[in-house]
């Protein structure tokens, strides 16, 4: 399947990085494990299972040791999340950040504590504890939800086989069973340079919101265009999105770039509905927070957040989380799932036929 860009149109104003990815940012790696399992009948607890974890690294280190700025932002909370509080209170993440289905959260965390207590003996005795950060859509209209089936192997496994280049989008990972408007979503990402290249900003999108008719692509009412094209009676589900960025920010800064992920959603055509949960993760690979320092106070280099320059992060933020749900819209393939439920692709000739019509390209 084709990303957006390969149908001959060009998002945004901002150019990209080289692989139009959150990996576009120094350091950060990427890592999916997707579970595909039976079909026919749901059993509960057995399955037909459609689901997996994705884990996002922002540097290559002990992130409980190296700490990372970061901010979180509920557009609608109607989730699971985990860990969002202490990262409002302390402003920093600790632990790789995992994205799963919704019954699945309690258990990736535990998994996720488990990685950390192997690598970092002292949790829980000298060093405190550690907060892990987990987030969340549910794709139970595809898979054995209530099965629970992401288990501390495929976590594990996640983390571990992170890496930077290119990142497997649609129907991988979070996204395994996920849907994008109804039809067949999963994971998107992108990415924009700012300020001659100095600086990246990186999203990436798991996908599950949306009502057919609301769908815009780059401005243009797609979605008009599909409503009699195997709609199923799915529920306005949820997204999560991810914000990586090199640039040194503050977490009151990257507080307001998460709150601009919500323009960058609202461009693809979601209001963000009564039972949607919405929410952004954002972190920078450059303002590190040792968890033991050496004195209580350090000098630092700091975005001075001159508004016109702020305004620049803004826009790409936009642009990137605009680029990423559309291309987990365009990357996905249609599934079939428990009970014959099927998510459908979006029929992408047709996307491409309609985007000339709309003068998109």
């Known amino acids: 399947m084709p990303r957006l860009r390969e149908l001959g149109v060009t998002p945004g104003r901002l150019p990209t990085g080289p692989l139009n990815a959150i990996t576009d940012v120094p350091g950060v790696k990427v890592g ?22 994705t884990a996002i690294l922002p540097h290559d280190g002990n992130l409980f040791r190296d700490k990372v700025n970061a901010a979180v932002h509920t557009i609608n909370g109607f989730g699971k999340a985990a860990g969002f509080e202490q990262i409002r209170e302390r402003g920093s ?5 995992l994205l799963t289905n919704t019954l699945n959260v309690g258990q990736v965390a535990d998994a996720l504590t488990a990685y950390m207590l192997r690598d970092n003996p002292d949790i829980g005795l000298s060093a405190g504890t550690v907060c892990p950060t987990v987030g969340e859509c549910n794709d139970g209209f595809l898979s054995d939800l209530r099965g629970r089936h992401v288990h501390q192997p495929h976590v594990w496994a996640a983390i571990e086989n992170a890496q930077g280049g290119a990142v497997a989008e649609g129907n991988v990972g979070a996204g395994t069973g996920t849907g994008c408007y109804q039809f067949k979503g999963g994971i998107g990402t992108a990415s924009r340079r700012i300020f001659d290249g100095r600086f990246t900003v990186g999203a990436l999108a798991q996908t599950n919101m949306g009502r057919r008719e609301e769908l815009m692509v780059l401005g243009a009412p797609i979605g008009q265009h599909f409503l009699e094209s195997h709609m199923p009676e799915t529920p306005p589900g949820s997204i999560m ?20 992920a919500g323009f960058g959603l609202a461009r693809t055509g979601t209001v963000s509905h009564d039972g949607s949960g919405d929410f952004v993760i954002a972190f920078t690979t450059t303002l590190r927070r040792p968890h033991s320092p050496d004195d209580m106070v350090r000098q630092e280099l700091l975005f001075t957040e001159r508004g ?12 990137a989380v605009e680029e990423a749900i ?23 000739d047709k996307l491409a036929e309609l985007l000339a019509y709309y003068k998109r390209r």
Do not use: K, W, Y
């Open 32 to 53: 999916h494990v997707t579970l595909i399992d039976g079909q026919g009948t749901l059993h509960p607890g057995s399955g037909p299972v459609r689901t997996g974890c």
């Open 241 to 260: 999105m991810v914000l990586a960025t090199d640039a040194p920010l503050t977490s009151r800064q990257l507080t307001r770039l998460a709150v601009r």
């Open 326 to 348: 559309l291309n987990a819209l365009c990357m996905a393939e249609t599934m079939t799932g428990r009970d014959g439920n099927t998510l459908h692709s979006i029929p992408i």
């Open 93 to 97: 993440i600790e632990t790789p950040i």
């Open 308 to 319: 016109e320059d702020i305004n620049v992060f803004f826009t790409a933020v936009v642009e």
